[in-house]
């Protein structure tokens, strides 16, 4: 698959990486439609020290599940799902609180070999805990032109500057923006094919673009 890796401040690529599987039973598979660049994204844009191995970027995604593990519940392939931009368990005590932030069993994408959103699919740990599954198919018009709009959500997810707790945000939102009593998704000014990923780091950077989407 294509995906988004950073090599150091500035220096963005995409290149072909392995294609994700199941590794845990507790993992899914997504098909990523629609990810974006956070403002986040940006500090490593200026500060990263430069490494050979390079870091897979991107943390803000929605997809298409195309595999469960074994031990994965309440989701099945073909759901349209929505990351929020940490994984987590949804189950131990800090997430019970609304923590999942700091969940025990919790991680970023990017690291541990886990993968970015800014790519063609992400391997998601403890999927049925992270993965919010959106009443919609990932075909449908509301989808692609509804209020619920390519990649919603993830202006609660980003504007909220750190270290929010998304997950438990979102079942709470879902109603408000299916209804069409926000549009989140109006964040987003300048959307870039996934090839074009670099360009939008730069956009951003430059303060040309406010927040750019990214289609793979
Ligand atoms: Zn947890």
Redesign the pocket.
């Known amino acids: 698959m294509r995906a988004a890796v950073m090599y150091g401040a500035g220096d963005v690529r995409i290149e072909d990486r392995p294609d994700p599987k199941i590794v845990d039973p507790t993992d899914a598979v997504v098909r990523t439609l629609a990810a974006c660049v956070c403002g986040s994204d940006l500090w490593p844009y200026a500060s990263m020290p430069a490494t050979d191995t390079g870091r897979p970027m991107g943390h803000e995604f929605l997809g298409v599940v195309e595999e469960t593990g074994a031990d994965v519940t309440g989701l099945t392939a073909g759901d349209l799902v929505v990351a929020p931009f940490t994984y ?5 005590d ?2 019970a609180k609304g923590l ?1 932030i700091s ?4 991680g970023r994408y990017g690291f541990d070999g886990v993968d970015g959103g800014q790519g063609e699919a992400v391997r998601v740990p403890y999927a049925a ?1 992270t993965l919010v599954k959106l009443p919609v198919a990932a075909d449908s018009a509301l989808y692609e032109q509804g209020p619920i709009g390519p990649a919603a959500f993830m202006r609660n997810i980003t504007m909220t500057g750190g270290a929010s707790p998304a997950r438990a945000y979102i079942p709470e939102l879902l109603a408000d923006v299916l209804d069409g009593s926000i549009t989140p998704g109006h964040v987003f000014d300048k959307t870039f094919t996934l090839d074009r990923t670099p360009d939008a780091y730069r956009a951003m950077a430059d303060r040309q673009v406010l927040k750019a989407l990214i289609r793979p």
Do not use: P
Not at 88 to 92: F, K, P, V
């Open positions: 987590s368990d949804n189950t131990c800090y997430c999942h969940c025990r069993n919790g805990g």
